[in-house]
């Protein structure tokens, strides 16, 4: 059974930082591109990130609003893609998911079927 499962989450004060995992079970992240998305309360689901697969050579991709502060990555040793988050802000509170597709192109939340649980990100002034 093909699982991703997101951890690290948590409290953290404005201009914190925290590291964000997504573990996979039954399945290679490296052979698709993944995406980090986050909902705050009342919002819908957006996309913040995408890694392409390590076939595709292109560069990884950030909404604006996180731009400039978070990094996703792999480490392909530990199945694992990571979104570091610096410098927090209030804004920054919402539930973090992760998702795969084939590619980053078009890769939205109404293109995704299989959500984990999330991990809760809070961001206190």
């Known amino acids: 059974q093909v699982q991703l499962v997101e951890s690290g989450g948590g409290l953290v004060q404005s201009g914190g930082s925290l590291r964000l995992s997504c573990a996979a079970v039954g399945i290679t992240l490296d052979y698709y591109a993944i995406g980090w998305f986050r909902q705050a309360p009342g919002k819908e689901r957006e996309r913040i990130s995408c890694i392409t697969s390590i076939s595709r050579h292109a560069g990884p991709t950030y909404s604006d609003s996180v731009q400039g502060r978070f990094t996703i990555s792999r480490d392909s040793s530990l199945n694992t893609v990571y979104l570091q988050m610096n410098n927090l802000k209030p804004e920054d509170t919402a539930v973090y998911y992760c998702?795969?597709?084939?590619?980053?192109?078009?890769?939205?939340?109404?293109?995704?079927?299989?959500w984990g649980q999330g991990t809760q990100v809070t961001v206190s002034s």
């Open positions: 998702a795969r597709r084939q590619t980053c192109s078009g890769f939205n939340a109404l293109s995704v079927t299989d």
